[in-house]
């Protein structure tokens, strides 16, 4: 049991041998970022006064949402056998949506903690950076979380995990980040246990960005880690990819909070100011040197994430376009991996095409730009990328279904993901099910214990991004998780579906579905949008058409009723009150034509009802 | 004024009523005391005013009061404010509290005009409301009051549910047979909190369509109508009650009792809710639990609110006034929700009657 150091090492003064940088990889939920919490509160660098819940995750949504987005590293003091160490802790995010962020964060480690629920197991996203750890020869360090639960089987999921990585399953560490039981001892573990950095500190330098946030008061803020040579405050810096040169204003190390160094060495984890103010002048992935002593060769980089999952987000009052766009360029110069470009629809006016890295990252975009701008907003329904060649081979890229051509199409290419599916056996048949019926082909399935099973499955990822992960959720009863991966592109049977109100086509509730589901489909989307617009002064016919053919009608009736029946005395006040929430809800419609549409009907009319059915 | 009690708790009911067991220690036989209690309050906070035109006796169930108690009242009410000459004043009253007698003895009080909870004739309905009196109670009540020179009306509900167009149609029939000056016809509000709220969540009971509701309601419209009684407010046909029309022409009015709101110069304020609290509030100084004063914006946007409900409607000035875009409006009248009457007032056509909330809304949402 080592006790907090006594005298921290001072960054830039601190020889490779005694920095351990590591990370934690785990599934969502699985308690990384309450771990971490304990590792803060027992080095010592947050009193238990400050602590917070979370203390590292600093956007609301990512504390509301108990995930991480950001990655961030922190440098903290520990003494074993008398010795003091750096240990550098990178934060990754745990969703399948930000997989890159993973990898890019990982490179700047020597050495992983595998930590895994000790009342869940392993699951898909535990798998996923597992493999990506050991691409980059990480030294894995398996830990069981949350022993405290009441439902914890440690002995099993030890097993589990020794099966998967090799060693014997008493060498797994318990832990509890919610008591702080074993945090110590994995404190210790990790000094003994993960190799220190190797570098050359008389080569020129070279520092591996691996994270660039906005801050508003700072600028671009990038978090690198050293290994070669040293940077020390106002060198000028050269970013190897572009060449520019900016001025080092501060460098330091974050404790958990900045600190300004008088550098940092080899091995060192920490950030960098230069004044720019836009994230992709500072890009994740490229290599910093110095303009006096130039590095040769750049450090291998990361492949850029490409946006996955189109959505078209539209302002509900048209005269917040210009906010919109603004607020866009404000949170692009944080989140690189944010796409966008302005479109018009017919039926929602001026917005932008944007795309993203997955569901998850649409979901918070969208909820960002809505709280921290103060936008009322419409996202269409998800869509994907797909490649069409026409008859007179023409070819064009559609992100938009709208824009999907009428017709005379030789071929659609559409993405395809490699979906990993783990779950107790017993939902085997339920899961292959599922699968078959998103257009799925089984690669293979195994077995990682006695009742857990790994299925593997090439799947369209439109299947994916619709509302595949609740199906599986809900048909599974929760037991099952999932990751997936780019896998190239397929040729498809695909049509366009439109929705007509009042014999209107409205673009933004067209979709691009499998020729087989179209029917389906259409018959769905017309019954739900009858449900969720609410009854207007005329009568509301909706319809569902694939090209000139009509496949699904509904009707909304006209309204016949809504007044109060009382007004006297207090019912006054009342019927203001109501009147003030009837104005804020009228705020949240959109006008398409003459119908008032709520907002959710965009996206909730997408979503399939089947997840519902399969509770009952 | 509110008298909260009644003996049993109706099932739709949400008011602010007790039965005597959760009265706790408030004793029915001395309550109007401190009625007499919150009129020299007001006397002190409004000082001088005009006569009084109305006096409403509402609640709860102010049938339950003696003719003693109601003279009280009326009396100090006289000499802190003095009644006008023609001055409505109404009781409420519910059939099974009800006899000839007594009506004779409020009559005496200066009891002028009776409101009647009828709700139906079908006591089928009746018992799904929970209500207790025998429909066959109601008319020789009606007649009585009559025969003292009393004005009267009668409230009926509709859209109860298992309540038939053609039950409802005969509950039409029975009521305009009692020859009333007034009637008010409400569609049933099922109210969250309250017995028929839960047997409807349950399933015990359905519920009726807004569709039934609305052809419920353009029934009830012709019948009246055929009847000489002609419509001034969405609910409310015959002879205008003084009193329910000062609550849409935003008068100043004072709410007396328990829960009961007031209105005055633009201030809205209302009393505590429990008679327990409201007694131990006003023996401490004052019954008001809350106030809120209206800006100018809300004076106008209360004042489209309530006037479109009527018959007299609005001046067509006011919709500029609040910024309404005129083709908005112009667009309503073209769908004939909306009418123009002499140029210079807007109102609600009979269509729009039924719309009249979403109108609303629409117009100040902009």
């Known amino acids: ?616 | 004024m509110h008298v909260p009690f009644c003996e049993v708790r109706c099932g739709y009911c949400d008011f602010n009523t007790y039965t005597a067991k959760e009265l706790g220690g408030v004793s029915q036989s001395t309550f109007h005391e401190h009625l007499i209690g919150e009129v020299a309050f007001s006397k002190r906070v409004v000082g001088k005013m005009p006569e009084l035109s109305s006096v409403f006796i509402g609640g709860g169930t102010p049938s339950l009061f003696s003719a003693k108690q109601i003279e009280a009242v009326l009396e100090s009410l006289g000499e802190n404010f003095g009644l006008a000459l023609d001055c409505e004043v109404t009781l409420e009253a519910n059939p099974e509290s009800t006899t000839p007698e007594y009506l004779t003895e409020i009559a005496k009080v200066g009891i002028t005009r009776l409101s009647m909870g009828v709700q139906s004739f079908d006591s089928q309905v009746l018992q799904t409301l929970d209500r207790q009196h025998e429909p066959e109670r109601v008319a020789p009540l009606i007649a009585a009051a009559k025969e003292l020179g009393m004005l009267t009306s009668i409230d009926l509900i509709y859209g109860t549910p298992g309540e038939t167009l053609d039950s409802w149609s005969k509950t039409l029939d029975e009521a305009l047979a009692l020859g009333t000056d007034h009637v008010s016809a409400y569609s049933l509000i099922v109210e969250p909190g309250t017995k028929l709220a839960r047997q409807i969540a349950s399933g015990e009971i359905g519920q009726t369509s807004e569709d039934v509701n609305a052809e419920m309601y353009e029934h009830a419209t012709k019948s009246f109508e055929t009847a000489g009684l002609g419509w001034y407010e969405v609910s409310n046909w015959g002879k205008p009650s003084v009193h329910n029309s000062a609550y849409w022409k935003s008068q100043n009015w004072w709410g007396y009792g328990p829960g009961a709101h007031s209105h005055i110069d633009g201030n809205r304020f209302w009393n505590h809710k429990h008679p327990t609290t409201y007694q131990k509030a006003l023996s401490d100084g004052a019954p008001a639990a809350g106030i809120e004063r209206l800006t100018d914006r809300q004076i106008l946007e209360e004042k489209l609110l309530l006037m479109l409900r009527t018959t007299w409607g609005v001046e067509r000035e006011l919709f500029s006034r609040l910024k309404v875009p005129s083709e908005l409006v112009a667009q309503e009248i073209s769908e004939g929700n909306l009418e123009l009457i002499a140029t210079d007032r807007i109102r609600v056509s009979r269509k729009g009657r039924l719309i009249v909330d979403g109108l609303v809304a629409k117009f100040l949402s902009l």
Not at chain 1, 283 to 300: F, H, N, R, Y
Not at chain 1, 440 to 456: A, H, S
Request: charge should be negative; proline fraction near 5%.
């Open chain 1, 1 to 616: 049991m080592s006790p907090r150091a006594a005298k921290a090492l001072e960054p830039s003064q601190t020889p490779a041998d005694l920095i351990r940088n590591f990370c934690i990889i785990a599934h969502i939920d699985h308690g990384k970022s309450t771990l971490a919490d304990r590792m803060l509160q027992l080095t010592g660098i947050v009193s238990d006064r400050e602590m917070r819940a979370q203390y590292l995750d600093r956007m609301d949504i990512e504390r509301e949402r108990g995930i991480t987005i950001k990655s961030q590293a922190v440098r903290l003091p520990w003494e074993l056998e008398g010795q003091a160490y750096a240990l550098n802790m990178i934060d990754t995010p745990g969703h399948v949506d930000f997989t890159y962020e993973v990898s890019r964060s990982l490179a700047a480690c020597e050495g992983a903690v595998l930590l895994v629920d000790a009342a869940q197991g392993i699951e898909a996203q535990t798998l996923a950076n597992l493999y990506l750890a050991l691409e980059n020869d990480l030294e894995i360090i398996p830990v069981l979380n949350k022993i405290d639960l009441p439902a914890a089987q440690p002995e099993k999921f030890a097993e589990e995990l020794a099966n998967l990585i090799g060693g014997d399953p008493d060498d797994c560490l318990r832990v509890s980040g919610k008591t702080g039981a074993g945090v110590a001892e994995l404190m210790d573990l990790i000094v003994k246990r993960v190799p220190a950095p190797t570098g050359d500190s008389d080569a020129p330098a070279r520092a591996m960005i691996f994270d660039s946030v906005y801050d508003s008061y700072r600028g671009v803020v990038t978090y690198v880690r050293m290994i070669d040579g040293s940077l020390k405050p106002r060198e000028n810096i050269q970013m190897m990819s572009t060449r520019a040169v900016h001025e080092l204003l501060e460098i330091g190390v974050i404790s958990p909070e900045p600190v300004a160094t008088k550098g940092l060495g080899v091995g060192e984890v920490g950030y960098l100011i230069t004044g720019v103010k836009d994230v992709r002048q500072s890009k994740v992935g490229d290599t910093v040197t110095t303009k006096s002593k130039p590095a040769s060769a750049p450090l291998k980089g990361y492949a850029e994430p490409k946006p996955m999952v189109f959505s078209g987000i539209y302002p509900i009052d048209g005269s917040d376009y210009p906010d919109l766009r603004e607020a866009l360029d404000k949170l692009r110069l944080s989140d690189a991996s944010l796409v966008y470009e302005p479109e018009t629809s017919a039926a929602l006016g001026f917005g932008f095409r944007c795309g993203f890295l997955g569901l998850l990252h649409l979901e918070i975009i969208t909820e960002r730009l809505e709280r921290e701008f103060g936008l009322a907003l419409i996202a269409t329904s998800p869509s994907v990328v797909y490649y069409v060649r026409k008859d007179d081979g023409t070819e064009l890229v559609v992100t938009n279904p709208s824009e999907y051509p009428d017709g005379k199409i030789a071929e659609v290419e559409e993405p395809m993901v490699k979906a990993t599916i783990l779950a107790p056996k017993d939902y085997v048949g339920t899961i292959m099910e599922l699968c078959q019926t998103k257009r799925g082909t089984m690669m293979d399935m195994q077995y990682l214990g006695e009742d857990r099973v790994q299925i593997r499955y090439r799947l369209p990822l439109a299947e994916i991004v619709f509302d595949f992960f609740d199906q599986l959720k809900s048909k599974t009863q929760g037991y099952a998780s999932l990751d997936y991966e780019d896998d190239g592109f397929n040729v498809g049977d695909l049509v366009r579906v439109d929705l007509l109100l009042q014999g209107e086509r409205v673009d933004a509730f067209s979709a691009i579905v499998h020729k087989d589901k179209a029917y389906a489909h259409g018959v769905r989307i017309a019954g739900k949008l009858r449900e969720l617009i609410p009854r207007q002064q005329f009568e509301v016919p909706i319809q569902a058409a694939v090209g000139a053919r009509v496949i699904a009608r509904e009707t909304i009736r006209a309204i016949r009723k809504d007044v109060l029946a009382k007004c006297y005395g207090g019912d006054i006040t009342r019927k203001r009150k109501l009147l003030e929430k009837q104005k804020e809800g009228k705020k949240r419609m959109k006008m398409v034509g003459r119908v008032e549409v709520p907002q959710e009907a965009f996206i909730a009319a997408l979503s399939s009802d089947d997840s519902k059915a399969a509770k009952k």
